[in-house]
């Protein structure tokens, strides 16, 4: 009994398996993206309250959900993914 596959049912076999072992990655590699960028905005986006309506105004927004530091510090430590959760939960409270 032959158990070997015909050459070209090993070459698909091994492509359908490297491509398999590449997307993975890639949507990994989207999915934090779409993080880094959900935090980015949240920073610019206390960036300008802080800037347009006051420090004061800004203090008690980022107290709401969360300090520019804090996200900065939990991007830094476990992620933007973290980080982008955090604001995600506590936005969705209001």
Do not use: H, W
């Not at 890639?26 to 206390?46: H, N, P, T, W």
């Amino acid at each position: 009994m032959n158990l070997m596959m015909p050459r070209p049912m090993t070459a698909v076999f091994f492509a359908v398996v490297a491509i398999g072992a590449q997307a993975q990655p890639i949507q990994q590699d989207k999915r934090v993206a779409g993080c880094e960028k959900e935090v980015r905005d949240y920073l610019s986006a206390m960036q300008f309250i802080r800037s347009t309506a006051g420090t004061n105004v800004g203090d008690r927004v980022a107290a709401g959900v969360a300090g520019e530091n804090q996200v900065q510090e939990i991007v830094r430590q476990q992620g933007a993914c973290v980080a982008a959760q955090l604001i995600r939960e506590r936005t969705a409270k209001r």
